[in-house]
Structures are given as structure tokens and as C-alpha cells.
């Protein structure tokens, strides 16, 4: 039972470059999150899903798309990544609105 | 605004002391406050508390809720190396996607 798995650990881009975070769960979770983590100001939610098909935005979400083909995955994409989208990005999910939400160990993004 | 403030920021403690941390929080709609501990990747779980007054206790970790003073306390006794964290503390509200409002979170160092 893997979890939560994030792909990829590490990434380096160019401002002005795309790329596409990918979150897999593999607990039959129906609520999926994006965080981005700061130094000093903890996690803030970018966009959550509630369920296949469905998104929404949360505390941070400019300059970010997500989307959520199938239940076990949540993709985030950053369009035209900024030096200040640089963090470590986390993906969580839960199985219902009474239960924990469980992490996965986190992309280190870095925009130069 | 919705909040939770965490303080200390940062102790460092010696192998054997025990330790309180505390989380208080102002947000709307409270449904349950949470304990994570992140060590170098994944926030993993703790506990969730949903009622005030019931002490919840895993090994040598405890934690309790008060709803009317709007804060918690995590306890560890009898610390360990293996303590040395970030514990962060998170509040659910009671609306649609079950989302977390962290705070900054508190840094723990255990010294041999």
C-alpha cells in the first residue's frame, strides 16, 4: 500500500516555463488537496477536490490549474511558473469529511 | 480571517524532558483541530480532536482540546531524539471540502 505518492521529488525550472505535478493515491480517498509549504507560514491550500471530476480553488490559487480525471489522481500544473511559485508542494487526501487528510512526502520546486 | 497560532516557535529540550506545545485558533464553523509531526517529508498524523475536555494519548504523546478558550496543548514525555520535528497543528471547519487551516507550526529539538 503505497499511500500517497508524488511525482516528481525535485524539479528546477525557468521563469516562464510549464510543468504538471502529479498526485496518486491509491486508499480510495474522494477529497484531494494541493498545499504549498513556506518557511514560516505552514501549509495553504492552492486547490482541492472533493471528487472525480471536480475542483476548486482554495487559499492560494493564482497561477496554478488543477485537474481530477480519475479518482486517484490530482494533477497540479503551473503555466508559466514565477520564482515566487517556488516551495515544497504537498499533496493530501481523506477518505471522508470526519477522517484525517494524509500527505505525501512532498516536490521540491525550484523557479530560477 | 480564520487563524491558528502555534507558539513556541522553537525549543530545544534535553533527551528525558517533557515538553508542552501549544496551538491556539480563531476560525469559523470549528469542526475538529488536528496534530501532524513532519520530519523531513510527509506530515503523518497524530491525532484529531473534536470534543473539549477528552485527552487523547498515544504512547508517550497526548493531546486535549478546550473549546471554550479556543486552544490545544500536545504533550510529549519522556523525549527522544526520534521527537525532533515540526509539529504542526491544523483546524477543520465545518464546510464543504474538509479543509485544513494550519498554523506555522512549532520546531522541536531533542539533544542527546
Known amino acids: 500500500n503505497a499511500g500517497v505518492t508524488q511525482t516528481p521529488k525535485f524539479r528546477v525550472l525557468k521563469t516562464g516555463q510549464s510543468m504538471t505535478l502529479l498526485c496518486a493515491q491509491d486508499?480510495?480517498?474522494?477529497?484531494m488537496y494541493w498545499y504549498r509549504q513556506d518557511p514560516g507560514m505552514g501549509l495553504r491550500l492552492i486547490h482541492y477536490s472533493v471528487g472525480e471530476g471536480t475542483t476548486a480553488k482554495g487559499e492560494v490559487p493564482d497561477g496554478y490549474n488543477v485537474s481530477r480525471l480519475k479518482k486517484q489522481n490530482f494533477l497540479l500544473g503551473l503555466e508559466s511558473a514565477a520564482p515566487s511559485q517556488t516551495s515544497v508542494y504537498f499533496c493530501?487526501?481523506?477518505?471522508?469529511?470526519?477522517?484525517?487528510?494524509?500527505f505525501g512526502d512532498g516536490t521540491r520546486l525550484s523557479i530560477l | 480571517e480564520d487563524k491558528v497560532v502555534q507558539s513556541p516557535l522553537s525549543l530545544v529540550v534535553h533527551e528525558g524532558d517533557t515538553v508542552t506545545l501549544n496551538c491556539s485558533y480563531e476560525v469559523t464553523n470549528f469542526r475538529s483541530l488536528l496534530w501532524y509531526k513532519q520530519e523531513k517529508k510527509a506530515p503523518t498524523f497524530l491525532f484529531m480532536l473534536t470534543s473539549s475536555g477528552i485527552e487523547k494519548k498515544s504512547g508517550r504523546l497526548s493531546s486535549i482540546l478546550d473549546k471554550k478558550e479556543l486552544f490545544s496543548i500536545l504533550n510529549i514525555t519522556a523525549t527522544q531524539t526520534g521527537d525532533s520535528a515540526v509539529y504542526l497543528c491544523a483546524v477543520a471547519r465545518m464546510e464543504y471540502g474538509n479543509k485544513l487551516v494550519f498554523g506555522a507550526g512549532t520546531i522541536l529539538r531533542v539533544k542527546s
Open positions: 493530501a487526501s481523506s477518505y471522508s469529511l470526519y477522517q484525517p487528510q494524509h
Open positions: 486508499m480510495n480517498h474522494e477529497y
